[in-house]
């Protein structure tokens, strides 16, 4: 499975951007697709998740401004993000997992990451 990222960019405190991830190669069995992010000195943390039933979920730091969805006919996954701060500037990163054996393990996939400025 490839992920290609893209979307990011430099954008002042209150704006938005869209960030989309495509998934190509062996896609067939991809089940959860979401978006983590990377700040510098800190740790990789989730953003938005999403389910390959729709179901989603969200780190509560962007809760009502970020917004995912999925796009399965096009293998795509989107991180609509409103209301920018800068405490959002990161790489941020997409994933995609398909799962193995019968106790819920999974392999994961990354993508490349994408730089998100937030200028105040």
């Known amino acids: 499975v490839q992920l290609q990222a893209s979307g990011g960019g430099l954008v002042q405190t209150g704006g938005s951007l869209r960030l989309s991830c495509a998934a190509s190669?062996?896609?067939?069995?991809?089940?959860?697709m979401g978006w983590y992010r990377q700040a510098p000195g800190k740790q990789r943390d989730l953003v938005a998740a999403i389910t390959s039933g729709g179901s989603t979920n969200y780190a509560d730091s962007v809760k009502g401004r970020f917004t995912i969805s999925r796009d399965s006919a096009e293998n795509t996954v989107y991180l609509q993000m409103n209301s920018l701060k800068p405490e959002d500037t990161a790489v941020y990163y997409c994933?995609?997992?398909?799962?193995?054996?019968?106790?819920?393990?999974?392999?994961?996939?990354w993508g490349q990451g994408t730089q998100v400025t937030v200028s105040s």
């Open positions: 994933n995609a997992d398909r799962p193995v054996g019968v106790a819920g393990g999974y392999i994961r996939y």
């Open positions: 190669g062996s896609i067939f069995s991809i089940n959860n």
